[in-house]
């Protein structure tokens, strides 16, 4: 055999070895995302070794628990002996040491959840699409501006935006539940269109889900007019029909056919069968988490975007739909204004 071709054989046989060594594939588990001091933490590994005829054996695992100090094997125990929040990093190999692997994770840990608690901050922003809600001054039909575009392609403006937020929870891993008594009217002439709601003294804890109401429950509407933001001079209670008014929504169009005075006006609420107008709102608080903390506020941004409320599931065409003032009426923007809310983010 010629010395070109055995150097090619060899040559090749390089590049197919080289080719099937894949790296292995890092990854673990933890008891808890969320501990207190003095608490034993499990960390267990599903790293997995390609290169191993059994794949799911890795033969090195070295961990490193962030706090000056490390172990190896799986499963593992480690207590931290301070609050703070460290990062963990497993470090997998197989027994050649040469497909290597790690990767990270955030263990948050508390003096304790018993006894500390701090306030959770939740911005609704209010936008249209892709745009934040601008309100006009404008208190007559002299053209649209500024000019929005709804899903029947109507032109129109906004004047006044108000809802209600209420019956706030949050949901603990633990599957205890933090509830808000609170009663929150949403205003989009806010500064910069963001509305924040505080909800004050949140244990702390690792929480995995936000629910809330957009309304107003059926106790609070049959407990006539109160203060606060339920205080009839917010314009958002029904004086001829006891309840208050859920969403509020004013502006002016160019639909087509026109309108004799080109506006729009929207008022939803109700809370009988079968026009019960009242919306839960839920979202799964994960990647991350919302943890809370005693040494930093959390904050949920939450966007409202004004386009669902006259979109799904039924179009709304505002030459045919300008005027809303009962619960039947408003039942239509009710189940469209469920989609108008999306989670954006979650800050620890």
């Known amino acids: 055999m010629s010395t070109v071709r055995q150097f090619s054989i060899y040559l090749a046989f390089i ?8 790296p292995s594939t890092a990854c673990f588990d933890m008891s808890s995302k969320v501990v207190t001091v003095g608490q034993t933490v499990v960390f267990t590994s599903c790293s997995k070794c390609t290169n191993c005829s059994d794949h799911n054996k890795v ?4 961990w490193d628990f962030g706090d000056g100090t490390s172990g190896s094997g799986t499963p593992i125990e480690h207590i931290y002996n301070t609050a703070g929040q460290f990062t963990i990093i497993l470090t997998s190999n197989d027994s050649d040491h040469d497909a290597k692997a790690s ?7 508390f003096e304790s ?34 000019k929005y575009i709804n899903a029947n392609s109507d032109t129109f403006s906004v004047t006044r935006l108000n809802y209600y937020i209420s019956n706030i929870r949050l949901k603990n891993s633990d599957g205890s539940y933090f509830t808000d008594g609170n009663y929150y009217l949403v205003d989009a002439k806010d500064s910069i269109n963001t509305c924040h709601l505080t909800l004050k003294n ?10 809330y109401i957009v309304g107003v429950d059926s106790l609070r509407n049959c407990s006539g007019a109160q203060t606060g933001p339920l205080d009839p001079i917010h ?3 029904w004086s ?24 729009v ?10 026009y019960n107008n009242i919306k839960k709102i839920t979202f799964p608080l994960i990647s991350p988490n919302l943890i809370v903390g005693t040494s930093h506020i959390s904050t949920v941004y939450i966007k409202t975007d004004i386009l669902e409320a006259f979109k799904t599931p039924t179009t709304i065409h505002f030459g045919t739909l300008a005027f809303i003032a009962s619960p039947q009426t408003g039942t239509v923007i009710a189940n469209n204004y469920v989609d108008m809310f999306s989670l954006s983010a979650i800050y620890n």
């Open 15 to 22: 590049v197919v070895f080289s080719a099937c060594k894949k």
């Open 59 to 62: 033969s090195d695992l070295q």
């Open 103 to 109: 990767v990270t994770h955030v263990l948050t840990v």
């Open 113 to 146: 959840f018993a006894s500390t608690h701090n306030d959770v901050q939740i911005n609704f922003t209010n936008v249209v699409g892709n745009s934040i809600v601008r309100i006009s001054k404008d208190t007559a039909y002299t053209g649209i501006t500024p």
């Open 202 to 211: 949140v244990p702390t804890g690792n929480y995995v889900s936000l629910e």
């Open 235 to 237: 314009d958002m209670f």
């Open 240 to 263: 001829w029909n006891q309840g208050y008014i859920f969403f509020k929504f004013e502006g002016y169009t160019s639909s087509d056919p026109p309108l004799p005075f080109h506006n």
């Open 265 to 274: 006006q929207y008022d939803v609420g109700g809370f009988l069968t079968p």
